[in-house]
């Protein structure tokens, strides 16, 4: 899979929480939701790239922005926790949209 | 919240309301998939169920009728599974149009029951939010309660209900919980106002919107239903067909656009934001959720279903286990319904004068009926297990591992089964392909399942192969006759996803759609709904195809018997069909192809063969049984074998039956389409009528051009290389 996805001028929605209560200690620079770890979190910050279609179709599954999604597994495709359901996407969905890696507690506390 | 300042604005003057008992209750059923929305249908209607089609399209239109605990006639009409109403799949589309009233047939809903999951209510009360604004009385039934309670997810009903505005009735489908209730909250819905909108747009984007809304009322639509379809239109790109000849909808819509822009709002995602935004106050509401540590027992599933290597382990055991019951376990069935009828045919053939009329009753009629049962052993079984895959949450597992493998010919992971399935029959396989929700990948899908050589190949494959292939045995114990077998099958399932790769890029073009599949979590299948399913597939399959068959086994039946030719009454029995048979229409149309089969290398009577087994292939063995004289039962099968090779050609004496024929006439038989069943159940898979007609002549034509461009090419070929 070829990710030389250059970076998506950012919305101009920035003010989408991406922490938790307690701070950041840094905050992760955007990227493609195909370049996140599984096990991380995310917050969806836009699905410009995605095709009017297919982002209309993940927003209604509840994937829009502001959403945020844990990586399940990306061993295969990738499968996401979206307000609680399953929902795998192909390789060129995850390319095509961008997010806002979160720091998972137990992540954030380990570096 | 906001209060709701709902217009009670009637479009078209309601149903005066009968009395309990008298007007028929109609009910629309609509939810997200995996909801359970199917196990409340058949928990709700039983087998009172009647499946046809939507007019002029593939969706499957599915009708049941119960009555409610006071004796209201309720007729329940089950709506093809959507995410939302914003129509991307040709199912969502038929939703809409029965939804707000415009179905072709003109059935209007009096009620519409939302099915929501509710272990996944968030993502469900989405749909739920759309369809509380089209204007008619809406019930929510909360399914799968005993799912949520087991996540910890506890629910508030009466703050649901305060929240929604409408009736909820909590249930688990699969136990029958809730069903009574559910009936008697639809009969008090309709005596409620009309649900509408619970949150309120910012007024510069309800400004906005009106131009829309106000060409959408003028249009037919109720206020609220109008509201909705604004919103939603803007989320979408295309215009769908039944919004496009709404005048001036279109520029209403692209100026509204702007004007949101120019306010700093994306016009796409203002739908998403304002449902999902109030979604998220409403669970905060009526929903809490017990922190739950630890992986849910689903994810633990998931570890192994879809790891890199047990993954695709378990997924190639679980198809065998399928291959294996459709191929073997149908088998004892299947040769039971076949000595039945054979049985009940000589019965009646006994208590008739021999003549005609028994020839019509047991060869054809009898015959025919048996080509149509023989088939449900197979159906059932298939259809049972993909039942159990289905429901049990395997399938969306397996389309999610196939979807690499079958996207590089353009099709879809749920391709898969139905492919599968088609090693034993193409019927079954082909009625397989409801599982593909895309029309152009299901179409494809249909177009190449016969290609994969079925279970009736098998007896022309025998019959030649053990005549012609010398049963050498080759290094490394591969036996020659075995791998010539293997070799028919991997031709037809190579051809099967060439030509799948071919139709993808030609007439059923379309974008390839990136996966987007929702994993639903792991749960135990119901009996009853597998019951109901197997039951109702079986039915469907013998009333529709069934049909058919009969009428083109009679058909066939006469082509072989009339016109009566003279016959030698001093000859054997056996000669004496021979003769008949050459002389009959069915003979004559063998001499009248001969010049076309004489480039493949065949001659009149491979031709006779041929014609008759247009119909099924297997006829082909008994046909040729019954031309060379020895009869057409399954024992003469040696003696058939020894007959073809001793056959000479009268003027120049070489043997007619060559390896290289015999090779060529099987792979004739690999792409050749000669199944009526299959013809039959196509029509019916494409759409019906002339759609389904005309789908079902391409692919008959196209293997038929196959079969007859491979069979010449091989002939060709191997006489060029002097063979």
């Not at chain 2, 505005?165 to 489908?173: C, E, I, Q």
């Not at chain 2, 106050?281 to 689903?298: C, D, H, I, M, N």
């Not at chain 2, 790891?307 to 055991?317: D, K, M, Q």
Request: proline share 6%.
């Amino acid at each position: 899979m070829s990710l030389s996805v250059s970076l998506p001028v950012l919305p101009t929605a920035p003010s989408v929480a991406t922490g938790g209560p307690d701070g950041l200690l840094e905050a992760a620079r955007p990227c493609t939701l195909s370049q996140c770890r599984p096990g991380s979190r995310a917050t969806v910050l836009g699905l410009d790239d995605c095709g009017s279609d297919e982002a209309c179709r993940l927003r209604a599954l509840g994937l829009c922005e502001g959403t945020a999604v844990s990586i399940v597994d990306s061993r295969h495709a990738m499968v996401l926790d979206v307000r609680g359901t399953r929902l795998a996407l192909g390789s060129a969905l995850t390319a095509g949209i961008t997010v806002q890696p979160l720091p998972a507690a137990a992540r954030s506390a380990r570096g | 919240m906001s209060e709701v300042a709902a217009p009670v604005v009637e479009p078209t003057p309601p149903t005066p309301r009968a009395p309990a008992n008298e007007a028929v209750l109609r009910l629309a059923l609509v939810g997200n998939p995996n909801t359970g929305k199917t196990t409340l249908f058949n928990a709700l209607t039983g087998l009172r169920q009647r499946v046809g089609n939507f007019a002029g399209v593939t969706v499957e239109r599915v009708e049941g009728f119960f009555r409610t605990t006071s004796g209201r006639r309720v007729s329940c009409l089950d709506l093809p599974g959507s995410y939302s109403l914003s129509a991307s799949s040709p199912d969502e589309q038929i939703a809409l149009e029965v939804l707000l009233g415009r179905a072709r047939d003109g059935w209007r809903p009096d009620v519409i029951v939302v099915v929501a999951d509710a272990a996944h209510l968030e993502r469900n009360l989405f749909l739920a939010s759309q369809v509380i604004e089209l204007g008619v009385p809406v019930v929510i039934a909360l399914n799968q309660m005993d799912a949520a309670e087991a996540k910890g997810i506890s629910i508030d009903v009466p703050e649901l209900i305060d929240a929604l505005g409408v009736p909820v009735v909590p249930l688990v489908a699969k136990r029958g919980q809730g069903i009574d209730a559910l009936g008697r909250a639809c009969e008090i819905a309709v005596t409620l106002p009309a649900p509408s909108r619970r949150f309120t747009l910012a007024p510069a984007v309800t400004e906005a919107l009106a131009p829309m809304v106000e060409r959408l009322e003028a249009n037919g639509l109720t206020t609220s239903a109008a509201e909705l379809e604004a919103l939603r239109l803007l989320s979408i790109q295309h215009l769908e067909p039944h919004v496009a000849e709404v005048p001036g909808l279109d520029e209403a819509r692209r100026h509204a656009a702007v004007t949101l822009g120019q306010i700093g709002i994306a016009p796409q995602r203002l739908e998403s934001d304002s449902r999902y935004g109030w979604i998220g106050e409403v669970v905060a509401r009526a929903v809490t959720t017990k922190e739950q540590y630890g992986r849910s027992l689903s994810d633990r599933i998931d570890g192994v279903v879809l790891h890199r290597v047990l993954g695709p382990v378990l997924f190639i055991a679980l198809m065998a286990i399928v291959f294996q019951s459709v191929f073997t376990w149908a088998a004892p069935m299947q040769d039971a319904i076949e000595g039945l009828i054979a049985t009940l045919g000589t019965l009646v053939g006994a208590v008739l004068p021999e003549g005609d009329l028994r020839s019509l009753v047991v060869d054809g009629i009898f015959a025919g009926v048996g080509g149509v049962l023989v088939f449900l052993p197979q159906i059932s079984i298939l259809f049972l297990v993909i039942g159990i895959l289905e429901d049990s949450g395997y399938m969306a597992r397996a389309a999610f591992l196939m979807d690499r493998v079958m996207r590089r010919v353009g099709l879809h992971g749920r391709s898969f089964i139905p492919m599968l399935s088609g090693y034993a029959c193409a019927v079954p396989g082909i009625m397989a392909t409801r599982v593909i929700e895309n029309r152009q990948d299901r179409l494809a899908t249909i177009m190449v399942v016969p290609l994969m050589s079925c279970s009736a190949r098998l007896p022309v494959y025998t019959l030649l192969i053990g005549t012609f292939v010398p049963a050498s045995t080759l290094p490394l114990g591969f036996g020659l006759q075995g791998l010539t077998l293997l070799g028919m099958y991997l031709l037809g399932t190579l051809a099967a996803l060439g030509v799948a790769a071919i139709f993808k890029r030609t007439l059923l073009k379309g974008p390839v759609r990136p996966m987007i599949l929702e994993l639903p979590a792991y749960r135990w299948p119901s009996v009853r709904t597998l019951g109901v399913t197997v039951w109702q597939r079986a039915m469907l399959f013998v009333r529709r195809a069934g049909t058919v068959i009969m009428a083109l086994s009679i058909v066939l039946w006469a082509m072989a018997t009339y016109p009566r030719t003279s016959v030698d009454p001093s000859e054997p029995e056996v000669v004496q069909a021979e003769q008949q048979l050459e002389g009959s229409a069915l003979g004559q149309v063998g001499k009248l192809i001969e010049p076309l089969v004489r480039p493949l290398g065949y001659d009149w009577k491979i031709g006779v063969s041929i014609a008759a087994s247009f119909a099924a292939r297997e006829v082909f063995v008994s046909t040729m049984g019954t031309i060379y004289g020895v009869g057409s039962d399954e024992e003469n099968v040696q003696a058939l074998g020894d007959r073809l090779r001793a056959e000479r050609n009268p003027e120049t004496g070489e043997p007619v039956y060559t390896t290289l024929v015999a090779l060529g006439l099987m792979v004739f038989y690999v792409f050749a389409l000669m199944c009526m069943s299959t013809t039959a159940i196509t029509v019916r898979e494409a759409g019906g009528g002339k759609l389904g007609w005309s789908w079902a002549a391409i692919q008959f034509g196209y293997m038929l051009a196959l079969a007859y461009g491979a069979a010449w090419l091989v002939y060709t070929v191997g006489r060029a290389l002097g063979y």
